[in-house]
């Protein structure tokens, strides 16, 4: 029977970076974590970036070991015990802890059950299914890439740099469109069809059939598609079972306080999982993005090992499409009031997302280097005017 003084469930990045954290402060304590992949932890955002431009696969491993953490892998918690300080584990393994810490992550979403051969599409998540996909690319010419989001546009970009021929799906009216401007989502849908992307808006996969090596998909709208193989991102569902079963307080995601506890003094959340409150934001968010798994997990670390931080950091989020990029922080979202400033149309400038005359969030598109002043900016009340926020942040 395992004991630790820390046991860390889950084994992505906020959980590497709370070991991390943990060593900052406790340089002995026993430290176990337990993670569903049979792999230790890695970095993320390469498996749809960087890994399609070159980068290899030996830059993306954490060296987690190394800080001393015994790791139990290809194994999912399935009971805790916060009384008993007790958690189990799908082959029956029982861990004790002092202090626990859940970052259980997220499960992709999938196409409506009935939809038909859903092991032929790839619900891009994890380092498996890169390789999944690799090898389908190097078998391949044309693949379906459905949504339009973070992981169908960086996927799509990717594939296609590689020489693919890929056919977006997705429901919105462009690429993007549930974080863009109109005109915005316009430009990136018309800039990924000059690559040589098609760009299917509006419409949604209802069957996926095989047809031999071939994969074929039926659009709502009456389309008939036929690729190599398909790649879905269609967001995540937070992995919440584990808290709710031990009674821990659960709203789409894992409900803390500001120092990332969930009602129990020996226990933490952290990463994709957790519903925190942002003073900034003046709200409880969740975030699945990479620079919030590695703040929250450190500072969650820091905390397990007995200090008292409060996690008050509003994280930023970034993309890489083709040869266009973006950092944004804050609350992304068309429906706002938005106020655009460009240096060049489209290609250099700075998008304000406003709600009552208060900056919510900030998009730096093509645009490096600002996003302190952009949290600055949402720190402050206003109300501001369209013209205050010309030139309120250079691009």
Same mark, same amino acid.
């Given at each position: 029977?395992?004991?630790?003084?820390?046991? @860390?469930?889950?084994?992505?990045?906020?959980?590497?970076?709370? *070991?991390?954290? @943990?060593?900052?402060?406790?340089?002995?304590?026993?430290?176990?974590?337990?993670?569903a992949e049979p792999y230790p932890p890695?970095?993320?955002?390469?498996?749809?970036?960087?890994?399609?431009?070159?980068?290899?696969?030996?830059?993306?491993?954490?060296?987690?070991?190394?800080?001393?953490?015994?790791?139990?892998?290809?194994? @999912?918690?399935?009971?805790?015990?916060?009384?008993?300080?007790?958690? @189990?584990?799908?082959?029956?393994?029982?861990?004790?802890?002092?202090?626990?810490?859940?970052?259980?992550?997220?499960?992709?979403?999938?196409?409506?059950?009935?939809?038909?051969?859903?092991?032929?599409?790839?619900?891009?998540?994890?380092?498996?299914?890169?390789?999944?996909?690799?090898?389908?690319a190097a078998a391949g010419e044309r693949?379906?890439?459905? %949504?339009?989001?973070?992981?169908?546009?960086?996927?799509?970009?990717?594939?296609?740099?590689?020489?693919?021929?890929?056919?977006?799906?997705?429901?919105?009216?462009?690429?993007?469109?549930?974080?863009?401007?109109?005109?915005?989502?316009?430009?990136?849908?018309?800039?990924?069809?000059?690559?040589?992307?098609?760009?299917?808006?509006?419409? *949604?996969?209802?069957?996926?059939?095989?047809?031999?090596?071939?994969?074929?998909?039926?659009?709502?709208?009456?389309?008939?598609?036929?690729?190599?193989?398909?790649?879905? %991102?269609?967001?995540?569902?937070?992995?919440?079972?584990?808290?709710?079963?031990?009674?821990?307080?659960?709203?789409?995601?894992?409900?803390?306080?500001?120092?990332?506890?969930?009602?129990?003094?020996?226990?933490?959340? *952290?990463?994709?999982?957790?519903?925190?409150?942002?003073?900034?934001?003046?709200?409880?968010?969740?975030?699945?993005?990479?620079?919030?798994?590695?703040?929250?997990?450190?500072? *969650?670390?820091?905390?397990?090992?007995?200090?008292?931080?409060?996690?008050?950091?509003?994280?930023?989020?970034?993309?890489?499409?083709?040869?266009?990029?973006?950092?944004?922080?804050?609350?992304?979202?068309?429906?706002?009031?938005?106020?655009?400033?460009?240096?060049?149309?489209?290609?250099?400038?700075?998008?304000?997302?406003?709600?009552?005359?208060?900056?919510?969030?900030?998009?730096?598109?093509?645009?490096?280097?600002?996003?302190?002043?952009?949290?600055?900016?949402?720190?402050?009340?206003?109300?501001?005017?369209?013209?205050?926020?010309?030139?309120?942040?250079?691009?």
């Open positions: 029977m395992p004991h630790y003084r820390y046991l @860390i469930v889950g084994g992505g990045m906020a959980g590497d970076t709370a *070991a991390r954290g @943990i060593r900052e402060v406790d340089p002995i304590g026993t430290i176990g974590l337990i993670s890695y970095n993320r955002p390469p498996l749809s970036k960087g890994l399609w431009k070159g980068q290899t696969l030996e830059d993306i491993w954490r060296d987690t070991r190394s800080l001393g953490v015994e790791l139990h892998l290809g194994r @999912i918690a399935t009971s805790l015990d916060p009384g008993k300080r007790e958690v @189990i584990d799908n082959q029956g393994t029982l861990y004790t802890f002092e202090k626990l810490l859940l970052a259980t992550g997220g499960t992709p979403r999938k196409l409506p059950s009935g939809t038909g051969a859903e092991d032929r599409v790839v619900y891009f998540r994890t380092y498996d299914d890169y390789q999944r996909v690799r090898t389908m693949f379906a890439v459905i %949504g339009g989001g973070f992981i169908g546009s960086e996927m799509a970009a990717a594939l296609t740099m590689n020489g693919k021929r890929v056919v977006m799906i997705l429901m919105e009216e462009g690429v993007c469109g549930r974080l863009f401007p109109s005109g915005l989502a316009r430009f990136v849908t018309e800039y990924y069809q000059e690559r040589g992307v098609e760009v299917i808006t509006e419409d *949604a996969v209802m069957t996926v059939e095989g047809c031999g090596e071939k994969t074929v998909l039926q659009t709502k709208a009456g389309r008939r598609i036929e690729v190599d193989g398909v790649v879905a %991102g269609l967001g995540i569902r937070p992995n919440t079972d584990l808290a709710e079963q031990a009674g821990l307080p659960v709203d789409d995601g894992i409900a803390v306080d500001e120092y990332l506890q969930p009602g129990h003094p020996d226990i933490y959340a *952290a990463g994709d999982v957790v519903k925190f409150y942002n003073p900034l934001l003046g709200k409880r968010i969740r975030v699945e993005h990479e620079d919030n798994a590695n703040t929250m997990g450190q500072v *969650a670390g820091r905390n397990m090992a007995g200090e008292a931080t409060p996690y008050h950091h509003l994280p930023f989020f970034y993309s890489d499409l083709f040869d266009l990029g973006y950092e944004a922080v804050g609350e992304l979202d068309p429906q706002l009031e938005t106020v655009e400033d460009w240096k060049e149309p489209y290609r250099e400038g700075v998008v304000y997302y406003l709600e009552g005359g208060r900056v919510r969030g900030v998009l730096l598109w093509n645009v490096w280097g600002q996003l302190d002043r952009a949290r600055e900016l949402i720190a402050q009340p206003g109300p501001f005017t369209p013209a205050e926020l010309k030139g309120r942040i250079p691009a």
